[in-house]
C-alpha cells in the first residue's frame, strides 16, 4: 500500500487515520479475534499455530495481500482477496460476470436503485458505481458463504474475488501465519 496518498485521507472521522498491513504483519503471526474483539501480533518464534485446531489453509501473499482459492456459485474458481477493510462486500470484476454468465438480480426499481447501486471504493478514496446484487455462493473449501451481496467492479479482471468481513467474522478467531505463508480460520462452536 504503498502507493496510497494518505494526505487523501480526512481526519473527520469518515475516513481513516491511517494503514496498517502487510508491511506489519510480514514477519508476525497475528490473529484476530472476533469474539473478543481484538488484533494480536506474535513473534512466529514463539508461537506455533500449525498445531492449533481450526481450517488450515496455504495462502498466497505474491502482492502483499492474503489470497486463497474459492468457488463462486460452486462451479467457477477465483482467487480471492481477503480484505478486513471491505465491511461487508464482495467484489468481482464485471468481465467475469459477462464471461461465466452470472446472474445477480440487480434492482432498478426506484425503491431498490439505491441499494443496488453502491460507490465502491477504497483507501486512496477513488470509488465507482458498482451493479450489486446477490450469488448463489462463494465458496472455501467447506465452507459456504451463502447468498452474499456482490458488486461488480472494473478495479480488477480475470478470475478473482474479494472478500471482506462479513465472511470473515462468521469465525471466531482467524490466525495469519505470514512466515509460513498459512491461514487458519478456527470456526464458532
Given amino acids: 500500500m504503498s502507493n496510497v496518498n494518505a494526505s487523501s485521507m480526512n481526519g473527520n472521522g469518515l475516513g481513516a487515520d491511517g494503514l496498517i498491513g502487510f508491511p506489519l504483519f510480514a514477519d508476525a503471526v ?11 501480533l506474535q ?9 492449533l485446531a481450526g481450517i488450515h489453509a496455504i ?14 456459485d460452486g462451479r467457477i474458481p477465483v482467487d480471492t482477496f481477503l480484505d478486513t477493510g471491505d465491511p461487508y462486500l464482495v467484489l468481482i470484476p464485471k468481465s467475469l460476470v459477462f464471461q461465466e454468465h452470472l446472474t ?17 471504493g477504497g483507501v486512496g478514496g477513488r470509488y465507482q458505481i458498482g451493479h450489486c446484487g446477490r450469488l448463489d455462493s462463494i465458496a ?22 474479494l472478500v471482506g468481513l462479513d465472511f470473515l467474522r462468521h469465525f471466531k478467531r482467524i490466525i495469519f501465519d505470514y512466515p509460513q505463508s498459512r491461514m487458519i480460520f478456527v470456526p464458532k462452536v
Fill in 30 to 40: 497475528t490473529t484476530i479475534d472476533f469474539t473478543n474483539g481484538t488484533l494480536q
Fill in 43 to 51: 513473534d512466529p518464534n514463539q508461537t506455533h499455530p500449525s498445531k
Fill in 59 to 72: 495462502i498466497d501473499l505474491s502482492s502483499g495481500i492474503p489470497q486463497v482459492p474459492m468457488k463462486i
Fill in 104 to 120: 445477480m438480480l440487480v434492482d432498478n426499481t426506484l425503491g431498490g436503485y439505491f441499494s443496488s447501486h453502491v460507490a465502491v
Fill in 140 to 161: 472455501f473449501g467447506q465452507i459456504v458463504y451463502q447468498n452474499p451481496k456482490t458488486c461488480e467492479t472494473t478495479s480488477f479482471i480475470g478470475y478473482r474475488a
